[in-house]
Structures are given as structure tokens and as C-alpha cells.
């Protein structure tokens, strides 16, 4: 099993971006998934998550301005980050879970400049 993030980069405060985190060698739809970052000296911190029912939960501090989906016939699922801040600048993980195993993605780059 493989997953692959894309989408991040640099982007000024107030703006933008969408990850996305393609799934390859597991049927996708079955499993819970979420979007973790982690910020140089911090621990990893779950952002987002969505369950294989898409029930969402969400951070505090993303609350209102992340947008987490998945399109499990594209085995994709998605973070819309809007009004981003300084503060969210890390590095973003996507991560697959059931009931006996987890899987990591390599991890995507998000700077947004103070």
C-alpha cells in the first residue's frame, strides 16, 4: 500500500491551497482517514479526519477554514485549506487507518510566510 500527497507549497497568508493523497494497492473505501501535520520542534498533531461513513472532525485551530473529503472511487481523499496562516505551516501527512493497520504518506511541504 502506497500513499502519495500532493499540493502543497508556498502560499502568503489569507490564501489557499488543496492537498490531495492518492491511494495505490488497497481498496480505499474502507478505511478511516486523516491529514496530520507537524511544524519543526512540534509532535505530528491530527488536523482533519473522515471516516469510511465521511463522518469529519477537525482540529480546533482548523476549524472553519479546512475542508477534509474523500472520493473513494478515485481512492483520493482531500484537504482544502483556506485562509491559511503562518501557524499552519508544517509538514502535512496523509494517514489510513483500520481496526489492524495504519499507513503513512511521505509527507507534503506547506509554508506560509509571516
Known amino acids: 500500500v502506497q500513499l502519495a500527497e500532493s499540493g502543497g507549497g508556498l502560499m502568503q497568508s489569507g490564501g489557499s491551497l488543496k492537498l490531495s493523497c492518492t491511494a495505490s494497492?488497497?481498496?480505499?473505501?474502507?478505511?478511516?482517514l486523516g491529514w496530520y501535520r507537524q511544524a519543526p520542534g512540534k509532535q505530528r498533531e491530527l488536523v482533519a479526519s473522515i471516516s469510511s461513513e465521511k463522518s469529519v472532525t477537525y482540529s480546533d485551530s482548523v476549524k472553519g477554514r479546512f475542508t477534509i473529503s474523500r472520493d473513494n472511487d478515485g481512492n483520493t481523499v482531500y484537504l482544502q485549506m483556506d485562509s491559511l496562516k503562518p501557524e499552519d505551516t508544517a509538514v502535512y501527512y496523509c494517514?489510513?487507518?483500520?481496526?489492524?493497520?495504519?499507513?503513512w504518506g511521505q509527507g507534503t511541504q506547506v509554508n506560509v510566510p509571516s
Open positions: 494517514n489510513a487507518q483500520n481496526s489492524v493497520v495504519h499507513y
Open positions: 494497492g488497497t481498496i480505499f473505501r474502507y478505511y478511516d
